[in-house]
Antibody, heavy 120, light 107 residues
């Protein structure tokens, strides 16, 4: 079964840092572009970051640029999101999502999400 | 950035009703559009890509159409399991953007 499982979410104070992980299984992780998408409580979906297979191309939403860093370890089938200088507005469920760019670019596999709460 | 505007933001419908959700992009996206279904507490699930291409396992009552800037998701006969929130997403250009969602509720 193709699967993504996020971890690392927790309660953190404003200005703090957190690293999220996304473990992939059941497919050739190294051959897929990957994304992070977040959803604030009761709100819609917001794309956060994108990374190509080898990491040569990375893009961020303006709302996180300069504070968040996406990375991956293809040998371990892991995707990461390092989040620094966290703000209350970053409170959300964070999903990793597989990007089917070789076919069309839709996000065809999603993890279950991990909750990040930024509060004092 | 390409803005995606969905309408309506919510609707009430009965079992068996035909439901139509529209998504308008602020510029042409060449059918680079996906539709997702999300149920409470769950991750989004890809229903359609390329505006009208079914994902494996998606019931045939779901269909997508459109071109240019205007796209539509139609549920031909609403079933109990279809009550959820639906999002469109353009993957034509970065930043990828989602519509604000359409919540389909039971009348």
């Amino acid at each position: 079964e193709m699967q993504l499982v996020e971890s690392g979410g927790s309660l953190v104070q404003p200005g703090g840092s957190l690293r999220l992980s996304c473990a992939a299984s059941g497919f050739a992780f190294k051959t897929y572009e990957m994304n992070w998408v977040r959803q604030a409580p009761g709100m819609g979906l917001e794309w956060v970051a994108y990374m190509t297979t080898s990491g040569t191309t990375i893009h961020y939403a303006d709302s996180v640029k300069g504070r968040f860093t996406i990375s991956r370890d293809n040998a371990k089938n892991l995707l990461y999101l390092q989040m620094n200088s966290l703000r209350a507005a970053d409170t959300a469920v964070y999903y990793c999502a597989r990007d089917r760019r070789a076919i069309d670019g839709a996000f065809d596999i999603w993890g279950q999400g991990t909750m990040v709460t930024v509060s004092s | 950035d390409i803005q995606m505007t969905q309408s309506p933001s919510s609707l009430s419908a009965s079992i068996g009703d035909r439901v139509t959700i529209t998504c308008r992009a602020s510029q042409g996206i060449s059918n680079s559009l996906a539709w997702y279904q999300q149920k409470p507490g769950k991750a989004p699930n890809l229903l359609l890509s390329a505006a009208s291409r079914f994902e494996s396992g998606v019931p045939s009552r779901f269909s997508g159409s459109g071109s240019g800037t205007d796209y539509t998701l139609t549920i031909s006969s609403l079933q109990p399991e279809d009550f959820a929130t639906y999002y469109c997403q353009q993957y034509y250009s970065i930043p990828w953007t989602f519509g604000q969602g359409t919540k389909v509720e039971i009348k």
